[in-house]
């Protein structure tokens, strides 16, 4: 490989770390919609939503709201003691919903996609994802 070369390629790389973005880590008073519950697309015009503020947790499970406590240690996330309103909604809202609560309440985990998108991850089964919300 020629100067040139060398100079070009190095060139390219201190760019594209120039170019890196910091990960999205997990904040305490922000909220998250839930674009994905396991392999079900959110559904409904209420978003599902995730806010976790001082060991609570709530927020809106698509007709009710929920709330819960929260442990962090790490990557590693559990959520206990979950309950919610009783509003009733559509039937395939009000199913979702406790598709979302049930997998909530076996969250073992929770990492961050290479789109930045937060993910919980049950014991078993698909991660429910997350995109902070934007206002």
């Not at 590693?76 to 997998?103: P, V, W, Y």
Request: overall charge negative; aromatic content about 8%.
């Amino acid at each position: 490989m020629n100067v040139s070369h060398t100079l070009t390629a190095t060139l390219l790389a201190v760019g594209l770390a120039g170019c890196a973005v910091e990960p999205l880590k997990l904040q305490k008073d922000v909220t998250y919609i839930a674009e994905w519950i396991g392999d079900d697309p959110v559904i409904g015009r209420t978003p599902v939503s995730l806010t976790l503020s001082d060991g609570r947790a709530y927020g809106n499970a698509g007709c009710n709201h929920w709330f819960g406590s929260y442990e962090l240690d790490g990557q590693q996330i559990r959520f206990s003691n979950l309950g919610s309103t009783r509003k009733l909604c559509a039937e395939e809202i009000m199913e979702q919903e406790q598709h979302f609560l049930d997998i909530l309440s076996r969250v073992e985990r929770w990492d961050v996609s290479n789109i930045d998108q937060l993910r919980l991850w049950p014991s078993d089964g698909t991660a429910v994802r997350f995109w902070p919300e934007q206002g």
